[in-house]
């Protein structure tokens, strides 16, 4: 086998192991995909895989199919390079794109960035991506939320598989210890890492944490923190790149 055999082997490994392909559409998603069209001004925003067969829409806005051939991928030519956004401004002069049947037909890709979906072991599974009808540029701010969405969308995807096995999305057991311990790491974790104590997130967790430990409730689940995480620094980087704009 050639070294690129090897090469694109290790990367569908790393796809397979996230379980996401096919997976059930997922509001967290979702709201990333809307969130990105809004804050770069474009009709469609994707969150793509690419598998050796075909690229698969984890969430969308504004197009309708589910996935396309391979072949015709924009987010394919982010693979070999998981450090830099793709941004083609006008696929009618780029000659990677310009016969390719989505920009010669439906939906009439004229302007693409797509910033890679990279793992831990540096493998491109995919790209957080916008997409528009016309030729147009986008400013430093917005490349760069581009990729903070995508790095957020890696965190989402490369927890999912320990959720799954523990019935993904559903509350945590209220006697099982390991879960309770992972959540109270993942507490002190956000504890740690935030700049106030009393940021949004740690005020969700510590308060159904306090509501679990009291038995008044159940332990929120590590796939809600991921969401109640995801949900705030998403709100944070718009209200961020709005005042960027204005200043």
């Known amino acids: 086998m050639k070294k690129t055999d090897d090469t694109e082997e290790t990367r569908l490994s790393a796809l397979k192991r996230l379980m996401v392909m096919d997976s059930p559409e997922e509001q967290a998603y979702n709201d990333i995909t809307r969130l990105a069209a809004s804050i770069c001004d474009t009709p469609i925003a994707l969150i793509s895989l690419v598998d050796d067969k075909r690229q698969w829409f984890k969430a969308k806005v504004g197009l309708a199919v ?9 987010c394919a030519y982010t693979i070999p390079d998981p450090d830099h956004v793709l941004v083609v401004e ?28 990279v793992t831990e ?55 099982s210890s390991a879960s309770l311990e992972r959540l109270r790491k993942a507490v002190a974790d956000e504890r740690a890492s935030s700049r106030s104590s009393e940021s ?26 991921m969401e109640w995480r995801n949900t705030i620094e998403m709100r944070d980087a718009k209200a961020h790149f709005t005042k960027a704009r204005r200043g």
């Open 66 to 74: 589910q996935q396309t051939p391979r072949d015709m991928a924009f």
């Open 90 to 117: 006008d696929t009618h002069l780029d000659a990677r794109f310009a016969g390719n049947p989505l920009v010669t037909g439906d939906p009439n890709i004229r302007f693409y960035a797509g910033a890679p979906l």
């Open 121 to 175: 072991d540096r493998q491109v599974l995919g790209t957080v991506c916008v997409i528009d009808r016309v030729p147009r540029t986008l400013d430093v701010q917005q490349l760069d939320t581009l990729k903070f969405m995508a790095a957020q969308v890696m965190t989402m995807l490369e927890v999912q598989p320990d959720a799954a096995q523990s019935l993904l999305g559903k509350a945590v057991d209220k006697n």
């Open 200 to 225: 949004d997130t740690m005020r969700l967790l510590v308060q159904r944490m306090r509501n679990y430990e009291d038995g008044a409730g159940i332990a929120p689940s590590m796939s809600e923190f």
